[in-house]
């Protein structure tokens, strides 16, 4: 029996994911899109192909059925998004881009030209903290802090720079794991991001085996659709009911694949049927073929921990760095609920997956922007799920190993979910793919 599948999903149209803004029937109102793929988009599509297919099986009758309640509860690990062969994970908010001033000196006078500045956010060691201003206040660890006593400080750029206006959305796996070896300084950051941008600058981009967009993807661009609503009596256009609807384009050689466990459900476990075909996907309908890969190889792999990462934290276990891939339910706001008031980890962390020897973590610092906030209609009651702010993918939570085995521990928990389960019942965050992180180390500075 097959449990886990590994699914391909590519649109073929622009796809709609709205936000929780309303969406009436006033004159000239929006339903504007999110700028990603919810997890909770993803989970409910796959669960209802799945159904589907059972009932298309035409072994359903009154004792071998198979609830909404049921589907509800498949395992759904994901989106990531691949171009090509390459899969692509959210760009991580420890490092930041700023635009700044290379004076270039030549033989006969000085200019002034772009250069790009890379600030790469480490926190501080303890015993460096005396070395720092404490009247000034470091990003939540000041003297105003909730929690200074238990965090880092980190230190700031000595002067304000402006951020890079246009940077990329989504890093490329292979480069992916050199950062979360740190493996990578502000002079190779500088670089890629200088050849990135004059590559996007150009109006063709050059056809080489090596070009810099295989290591980077630009955030989705956005159309505009304008609509007009329809008399159901007489079928013709209403006067002065004009709407509009905002989509993501993705590129045509840009997918996305999810990771769907069946173990709890034996009958779904029975249809051996590959998934291969179009669906809807998001609001308006818009279509999308699904398709399932195989289950070795590369495929596989790709919800496997890398052997590089778990060489580098054997060789450097004191300090295990998460990044968040999908954005995350914590019951704590920007604190997950699996760490107590002294923002160390509690055997809550531990209750999906059994370890021998668990580890002990203690969070010195994160990077995280700005919430996400995450909503959904409710077919079982029929009414929007209750909007939620959630911690944006891409952010980055730094720990401190006490005690344990930490190589166990990230070969265990890669790409797993770490959202805290909702009291509200609104969502199964876990199940739905919310909170998938990845892990490397980090070095305070």
């Known amino acids: 029996m097959k449990h886990e599948r590994t699914i391909r999903i590519t649109p073929l149209d622009p796809l709609m994911i709205r936000d929780g803004r309303p969406f009436g029937i006033s004159p000239g109102v929006r339903a504007r899109s999110l700028r990603i793929v919810t997890s909770s988009v993803v989970a409910g599509t796959l669960r209802t192909i799945l159904r589907k297919n059972w009932v298309d099986t035409g072994v359903e009758n009154d004792t071998n059925k198979i609830s909404s309640k049921q589907v509800a509860k498949v395992d759904v690990r994901g989106p990531l998004y691949v171009k090509g062969n390459n899969v692509f994970f959210p760009m991580p908010q420890d490092v930041g881009f700023y635009e700044g001033k290379a004076v270039v000196e030549s033989s006969t006078t000085k200019q002034s030209e772009g250069k790009i500045t890379v600030s790469i956010r480490r926190p501080i060691f303890r015993e460096e903290r005396n070395q720092v201003d404490s009247d000034s206040g470091f990003l939540g660890t000041g003297v105003t802090g909730l929690h200074e006593d238990k965090l880092w400080p980190v230190a700031m750029p000595d002067s304000i720079m402006k951020p890079l206006q246009a940077t990329p959305a989504c890093i490329s796996s292979s480069l992916m794991i050199e950062w979360l070896c740190d493996k990578l300084d502000n002079r190779t950051w500088r670089r890629y991001i200088s050849q990135w941008k004059s590559d996007q600058a150009e109006e063709e ?228 793919g919310y909170g998938i992180a990845t892990w490397g180390i980090w070095k305070p500075q």
Not at 266 to 281: C, F, G, T
Not at 307 to 332: C, D, Y
């Open 205 to 432: 981009p050059k056809d080489n085996s090596n070009n810099i967009d295989d290591y980077f993807l630009t955030a989705f661009p956005k159309e505009v659709r304008t609509h007009t609503a329809i008399d159901e009596e007489t079928n013709t256009a209403k006067n002065q009911h004009l709407f509009s609807t905002e989509s993501m384009v993705l590129p045509t050689d840009v997918s996305l694949i999810a990771k769907i466990n069946t173990s709890n459900i034996e009958q779904l476990e029975n249809v051996q049927q590959p998934i291969n075909q179009l669906h809807s996907l998001g609001g308006k309908r818009r279509l999308a073929h699904f398709t399932e890969l195989g289950i070795a190889g590369d495929t596989e792999s790709i919800w496997t921990c890398p052997e590089e990462i778990l060489e580098t934290i054997q060789k450097h276990p004191k300090f295990l760095r998460m990044v968040l891939t999908t954005p995350a339910f914590f019951s704590k706001g920007w604190i997950p609920g699996w760490l107590d008031e002294h923002l160390m980890s509690t055997d809550k962390l531990y209750e999906r997956i059994g370890m021998s020897n668990p580890v002990k973590l203690q969070l010195r610092w994160a990077c995280v922007p700005r919430w996400e906030a995450i909503s959904g209609w409710s077919y079982g009651k029929a009414k929007p799920k209750a909007v939620r702010r959630m911690v944006s993918a891409g952010s980055v939570y730094f720990f401190e190993v006490l005690d344990g085995d930490p190589v166990e521990f990230v070969e265990k928990f890669w790409l797993q979910s770490l959202s805290d389960r909702d009291r509200r019942k609104a969502f199964f965050d876990r199940e739905d």
